[in-house]
T-cell receptor, first 111, second 113 residues
Framework: SQLAEENPWALSVHEGESVTVNCSYKTSITALQWYRQKSGEGPAQLILIRSNEREKRNGRLRATLDTSSQSSSLSITATRCEDTAVYFC???????????FGAGTKLTVKP | DPKIIQKPKYLVAVTGSEKILICEQY?????MYWYRQSAKKPLEFMFSYSYQKLMDNQTASSRFQPQSSKKNHLDLQITALKPDDSATYFC????????????FGPGTRLTVL
């Protein structure tokens, strides 16, 4: 079974709008990662947030982590068409660093 | 220049045959991984290697065998191929087995007929 799950399953916004993807996870973690996968490419890590951190930023991206509710969010401001991709959260498992992925949120940014 | 090379990009095989998926990384990393992604399942962790030694194996079938001939190589041999093996296989690497910063290759898309 999956250790992490994103919601919603899909999102559609217009360029310039902000969007948030949520993630819930099932076990205690050392770190949570957000990845983006564009069509035909491998996943690319966007933000790594460790269990002792509550917020992390990377340009237009902001990730939060709430270990008490075992949840995380990824917000993207001023979206662009090139942000169209599937966004995954991933957690470590049993102190193994290899990330375990959720099913992803498909984000479409329209002109 | 691509830092993680996977070959071939596309692969078509017949049921029962054997194929080897190639992965080379030029990031100077010491840990490498294989993942599988299909329409039916999300990105699924298969193997992790650190300093050419197997660290974790989450693949139930012995038909999948990683092969590490060099520190920066981790190939994946798949025997007795089945249609259910059809998926895109991604190789990834990280500085070492404790790093949480993984870098993924472009994938090999395998279709088994």
């Amino acid at each position: 079974s999956q250790l992490a799950e994103e919601n919603p399953w899909a999102l559609s916004v217009h360029e310039g709008e902000s969007v948030t993807v949520n993630c819930s996870y099932k076990t205690s973690i050392t770190a949570l990662q957000w990845y983006r996968q564009k069509s035909g490419e491998g996943p690319a890590q966007l933000i790594l947030i460790r269990s002792n951190e509550r917020e992390k930023r990377n340009g237009r991206l902001r990730a939060t982590l709430d270990t008490s509710s075992q949840s995380s969010s990824l917000s993207i401001t001023a979206t662009r068409c090139e942000d169209t991709a599937v966004y995954f959260c991933a957690t470590d498992a049993n102190n193994n660093n290899a990330p375990r992925f959720g099913a992803g949120t498909k984000l479409t940014v329209k002109p | 220049d691509p830092k993680i090379i996977q070959k071939p990009k596309y692969l078509v095989a017949v049921t029962g045959s054997e194929k080897i998926l190639i992965c080379e990384q030029y990031l100077g990393h010491n840990a490498m991984y294989w993942y599988r992604q299909s329409a039916k399942k999300p990105l699924e962790f298969m193997f992790s290697y650190s300093y050419q030694k197997l660290m974790d194996n989450q693949t139930a079938s012995s038909r999948f065998q990683p092969q590490s001939s060099k520190k920066n190589h981790l190939d994946l041999q798949i025997t007795a191929l089945k249609p259910d093996d059809s998926a895109t296989y991604f190789c990834a690497s990280s500085q070492d087995g404790t790093s949480y910063e993984q870098y993924f290759g472009p994938g090999t898309r395998l279709t088994v007929l």
